[in-house]
């Protein structure tokens, strides 16, 4: 059965008893967990406890596997990444795509949809500068132009001379008395 296959059984039993399937899922751990200390009640008390030890140890036993397993599978996770992105180191990997990897995406895989979304982001604001560019009036530089002569200066209002003052001070420099 596929991951999916197995959370839909729970869910469909769990909606069968009218729970969530998280409810559902610990009703039956602790059903388990009675069941198998519901036989001892005639035992004396030192077997007794033998057996809740035995109990303990094997739940402790899959915890320590489950635990070999993540870190098995995060250490290939690890591997396959550098395998793919062999520059890239772990601080250069931004929070979202952590935050991708723990929800159980693979690292490799979240980083190279970042990188996809990056790009096409980076791209689509590119064309967009491109289109307003295109649109937009010239920057205006007053050096692009050709400075003023001591005729042209002596012909203008006063107006003019004040609306041009910068300018004319640069042509100024161009001239020779």
Known sequence: MTQKQIYDAVCD???????????YILALIKKRNDSVLEGT??????????????ENARREAREIKRRDRDEQAMKSDIEQ?????????????PAEVW?????????AYAYALYIRVKAENDDKA?????YNE?????????E????????????????????NYKKILNSIKSWKF
């Not at 009640?41 to 035995?54: K, M, Q, S, V, Y």
């Not at 990444?81 to 990997?93: K, L, N, Q, T």
């Not at 295109?134 to 007053?142: A, F």
């Open 99 to 107: 935050n991708e990897a723990a929800g159980g995406i693979p690292l």
């Open 41 to 54: 009640d005639g035992l004396p008390e030192e077997i007794r406890t033998r057996l809740a030890g035995a």
């Open 126 to 130: 590119a064309e967009i500068n491109r």
């Open 144 to 163: 692009s132009e050709a400075p003023y002569s001591k005729e042209d200066v002596e012909g203008m209002t006063p107006s003019a001379v004040r609306k």
């Open 134 to 142: 295109e649109r937009s009036l010239p920057v205006g530089n007053d």
């Open 13 to 23: 039993l769990a909606d069968d008893e009218s729970v969530s399937p998280e409810e």
């Open 81 to 93: 990444f550098r395998e793919y992105f062999p520059g890239v180191s772990a601080d250069m990997i």
